[in-house]
């Protein structure tokens, strides 16, 4: 659920991102699926509007199918405030979240960050062993939970890496905790589609990507997705042989990698991720399942088209055995875990 909450967030704070970027009125509203396992396990959805420095923002949401049967899960929430320059600044937040016949409300009176007030229905208890106690002062200077999903934009670019390089103190209403945030790189968004609502959609993708491309009908982006993971898996597969090899030899590899990254070796896979697979740290950008998932989308466009993929087929059954190692969520630089 942490990756589900991650992606989440990713996708609303770029939507408010590019809106606090303007001076004009701006809205988002979205929907999306909430998943576990690759399984959807219900739906959410949000509405937002800034108009003339301030925003306003609902969201809800609701467990489906099995899930929803048993728990009967559902919530909603508004928050409301101003852009600062160099975060939102909460006027107020409430919350409702329901599961069976139980339900609890709790609602946040605040002015420029600062809350005035805190009403919970019916009253929650928290576990206080190895918290440290609330005061007065770990409420001023907060934002609300979704308040934090507003990204006011410094120097007028959502793609200046500043706007990511801050800690966000988010109060729930029971807790105080802080959110940090760091740049970790923006996307390269490959669409396919009608031209005019490539044309609507753009603004918005450009608030997280550097480059945003319509290549042709409905599909072309997603076969020029597949054709980028090809290029990865071979990419990964050579990248971790090397780095294994020369750690067998004996060579400083952080060296050895600084010496190869000026060279025709150099890639982005080898100066992003190969310090960190020589440190064997695999937490880090696209996990292994969702490789799987999209190398089976190549393997079966390669069967319908008649593409011969031998090097993309056995780099999948790598990941497999990455699988087996409990290395579902494992980064894609993980297949050096196969080498050790």
Aim: charged share 20%.
């Amino acid at each position: 659920m942490n990756a589900l909450r991650k992606r989440y967030a990713q996708a609303v704070l770029a939507g408010f991102a590019c809106l606090a970027s303007e001076a004009g009125a701006g809205t988002v509203d979205a929907t999306y699926s909430i998943t576990l396992a690759g399984l959807t396990i219900g739906r959410a959805s949000l509405s937002g509007v800034v108009e003339n420095g301030s925003y306003n923002i609902n969201v809800s949401a609701a467990l489906t199918g099995l899930m929803g049967a048993i728990t009967q899960g559902s919530g909603s929430g508004t928050a409301r405030g101003g852009i600062g320059s160099m975060a939102p600044l909460s006027n107020g937040f409430a919350v409702t979240a329901t599961n069976g016949s139980n339900s609890r409300t709790v609602q946040i009176g605040a002015s420029s960050g600062n809350v005035r007030g805190v009403t919970i229905e019916p009253p929650l208890e928290l576990p206080m062993e190895g918290r440290i106690p609330l005061r007065e002062q770990h409420k001023q200077g907060v934002v609300d939970p979704i308040s934090a999903l507003v990204m006011p934009v410094r120097n007028g670019n959502p793609l200046d890496k500043a706007n990511c390089e801050r800690r966000l103190p988010v109060f729930d209403g029971t807790q105080r905790f802080d959110v940090v945030l760091t740049f970790a790189g923006v996307l390269t968004v490959m669409c396919g589609g009608d031209p005019a609502a490539f044309d609507a959609v753009r603004p918005v993708a450009m608030a997280f990507s550097r480059a945003v491309t319509l290549l042709g009908p409905s599909g072309a982006g997603q076969l020029t997705k597949m054709v980028n993971q090809i290029c990865i898996a071979g990419l990964v597969q050579g990248l971790s042989e090397a780095i294994a090899f020369g750690q067998r030899a004996g060579l400083d590899m952080h060296q050895v990698l600084d010496v190869l990254g000026k060279g025709a070796a150099q890639s982005w896979q080898m100066d992003n991720r190969g310090k960190t697979m020589v440190e064997g740290k695999f937490d880090f950008g696209f996990a292994v399942d969702w490789m799987r998932k999209d190398l089976g989308l190549v393997l079966d466009e390669a069967k319908r088209n008649g593409s011969r993929l031998p090097v993309t087929a056995l780099v999948d059954q790598f990941y497999a055995d990455v699988q087996k190692m409990g290395g579902n969520r494992w980064d894609t630089s993980s297949l050096i875990k196969r080498l050790k």
